[in-house]
């Protein structure tokens, strides 16, 4: 995947909070106090920093309490990211412009896709930070949670040394393309809370048939369906923002979307047997398989996980 050189990136839909604080986060044993009445959705490895790292009673969802000593006042600071992230050029080579690119399509697609089923789009902002966070309605967190969305406040956060995770800790490819899943599936999550659909799970539940997993099952779908239209989705010139997508960018998307299925996890890195009954994102396959059904079909309504009878792999 690649960047046009000459498009303008727009850092405005971003928030930088990676000098402002709260950094120095211990690298395991992160908590999120959840808030604001809604699901909380805390990313893509919340299950085995949560289960096989002995927190939470294993819920997957539900973290009670906060962290205590993340700092307070933390402020967006967008001036360094604005100097440095202008163009598709700055895309190609530095990942926080990658991220901020992707971040750009994304709303651009889903604006649209919105719109044409005479629905609003609210654009989310990114949130970058360093260690730890203080969000707007979820707690506070650090980034050993991983990539996660508050519902509460409409914000998707990262720490961007999670990228270099995947591949040390997950063995994962890596790339562009993958990254830009790790974003569009949180992004998912945003149409979720859009529609409601995040409201028809429990926190904690969990097994291969809860609406944990089918929650994260069609965010990986959207994130697919995204995938389908990044290449065409144009900037404020009329021109698409990203070019040359690859099979071998979508291979390293079904690879990360393999090394964090529940099962994989539960057996390669949480050193144990496959306990279904714990599940909260899908297996490897049905991660895979929902990215895949999104990314053939272009289409968010192939994405209902939800209906009686559906097979989800």
């Not at 926080?96 to 044409?116: H, I, K, P, Q």
């Not at 980034?143 to 409409?154: L, N």
């Not at 389908?228 to 010139?237: E, I, L, M, Q, R």
Request: aromatic share 8%; charged share 15%.
């Amino acid at each position: 995947m690649r960047f046009d050189e000459n498009a303008n990136l727009d850092t405005s839909q971003v928030e930088d909070m990676r000098g402002s604080g709260g950094g120095g986060g211990s690298p395991l044993g992160g908590r999120v106090a959840l808030g604001g009445g809604g699901l909380g959705i805390l990313g893509l490895i919340l299950y085995f920093l949560v289960s096989q790292l002995g927190g939470a009673g294993g819920s997957g969802l539900a973290l009670p309490g906060g962290l205590t000593g993340l700092s307070s006042g933390q402020s967006a600071d967008n001036t360094q990211i604005a100097q440095s992230c202008q163009t598709g050029a700055d895309a190609n080579t530095k990942v926080d412009c990658e991220v901020t690119a992707v971040v750009n399509s994304l709303n651009g697609y889903w604006s649209d896709a919105m719109a044409r089923s005479g629905q609003t789009y609210r654009a989310p902002k990114t949130v970058f930070f360093n260690g730890s966070v203080n969000t707007g309605g979820c707690g506070g967190a650090t980034s050993a949670v991983g990539p996660f969305y508050c519902p509460a406040d409409s914000k998707v956060y990262i720490d961007l040394s999670f990228f270099k995770e995947l591949q040390t800790r997950f063995g994962a490819q890596g790339g562009p393309f993958a990254r830009a899943y790790v974003i569009a599936h949180e992004y998912g999550h945003h149409i979720q809370n859009l529609l409601g659909t995040n409201r028809r799970v429990q926190a904690g539940d969990t097994g291969p048939t809860s609406g944990s997993v089918r929650l994260e099952l069609q965010a990986d779908c959207y994130a697919g369906v995204w995938a389908n239209h990044a290449a065409s989705v144009p900037t404020s010139s009329g021109r698409p923002l990203i070019t040359n997508v690859t099979q071998a960018d979508v291979s390293a998307a079904l690879d990360t979307a393999a090394r964090i299925g529940d099962d994989y996890i539960q057996t390669q890195l949480g050193g144990g047997r496959v306990n279904q009954s714990q599940f909260t994102h899908g297996s490897s396959a049905q991660r895979e398989k929902w990215y895949t059904t999104g990314y053939q079909t272009g289409d968010p309504a192939r994405c209902d996980t939800f209906s009686r009878g559906v097979n989800l792999g």
